[in-house]
């Protein structure tokens, strides 16, 4: 159902088509779904959006005036997209990025980058990078005394990530197109149960990834219901066609396909550290990017 995050479905393109595949990427970028292509179905919020979603929150929930931001991203597919719309939604606000500077995927200390932003008075932090380095980002940060905001796409927002880094996630913002484990919604209730049934402890929170699957299942569950006996991947991709606002019940936000756009949702909520209950609260409901106007 999935071949892999970004560069992996990139590549893949070509054969998806050819063999008629309906697949749900792990990839977010844009470039899944435009221009068309009508055998990937993405299942959450691009990058991009989640990048405007962050800066929309620092100037109209935060209030920021004149706020120094900047970003630290991987040097990959997905990195490069956090870059790109960083600048872009920056720009759109009328200010320009203080920094931005590249912490890759294996890397075990940030100080360099930590110093540099501390000394450039960097008091928001915008991070588009897996789980690891960020929170190797934050951990270095604490311990040179350093505590901008610091947000986070997808795949870092994660429990996990606060039990790791305890008191130096303590200014964490995620943003997630995935319920939280402890979400109170039909939908989070129905993945702890799934996890419990397949002997998995539903006390230890699973990561985003398991419960963006869960999501993906029900939506394709769905899809199969609804093509019916005659299965066939155009009869799939057909019925996945229909879903409108279709409802996971909290898992995901409202899904929408059609047979021109696989853009599924905008949508995503931002997450904040709890410490003491070592996870991240859901401090928003479902939110899209704000349309600007000059």
Avoid at 165 to 186: E, H, L, M, Q
Avoid at 218 to 223: A, K, N, P, R
Avoid at 268 to 284: F, M, P, Q, R, V
Wanted: aromatic fraction near 10%; charged fraction near 25%; charge should be positive.
């Amino acid at each position: 159902m999935t071949p892999g995050g970004t560069p992996q479905t990139i590549a893949l393109f070509d054969m998806i088509n050819k063999y008629k595949v309906c697949t749900s990427p792990n990839g977010l970028a844009e470039e899944m779904y435009e221009p068309y292509k009508p055998y990937i179905f993405p299942h959450g919020c691009t990058y991009e959006d989640q990048i405007k979603i962050m800066f929309d929150y620092i100037f109209h929930d935060l209030k920021a005036k004149n706020p120094r931001i900047a970003i630290v991203y991987a040097e990959t597919e997905f990195g490069k997209k956090g870059l790109y719309a960083a600048r872009s939604r920056a720009k759109e606000y009328g200010i320009k990025l203080v920094s931005e500077l590249v912490l890759n995927i294996g890397s075990v200390d940030a100080s360099s980058q930590v110093l540099a932003l501390k000394k450039e008075n960097v008091d928001y932090v915008i991070t588009c990078n897996l789980l690891p380095p960020t929170i190797t980002f934050l951990k270095t940060a604490e311990k040179f005394n350093y505590w901008p905001i610091t947000f986070g796409i997808n795949w870092s927002t994660d429990d996990m990530l606060v039990k790791s880094c305890k008191s130096a996630a303590k200014n964490y913002i995620g943003v997630n197109f995935t319920g939280g484990w402890n979400d109170d919604s039909p939908g989070m209730a129905k993945a702890r149960m799934l996890a419990k049934k397949y002997n998995r402890d539903p006390n230890k929170m699973l990561t985003s990834l398991y419960t963006g699957c869960v999501g993906k299942a029900t939506m394709f569950l769905e899809g199969l219901k609804r093509a019916g006996r005659n299965l066939t991947p155009e009869t799939l991709k057909a019925a996945l066609e229909t879903l409108k606002d279709f409802d996971t019940q909290g898992i995901l936000p409202p899904i929408t396909y059609t047979s021109q756009s696989h853009a599924p949702t905008k949508r995503s909520k931002l997450y904040k550290a709890d410490i003491e209950k070592g996870s991240l609260i859901a401090i928003t409901g479902w939110r899209e990017p704000k349309e600007l106007t000059n």
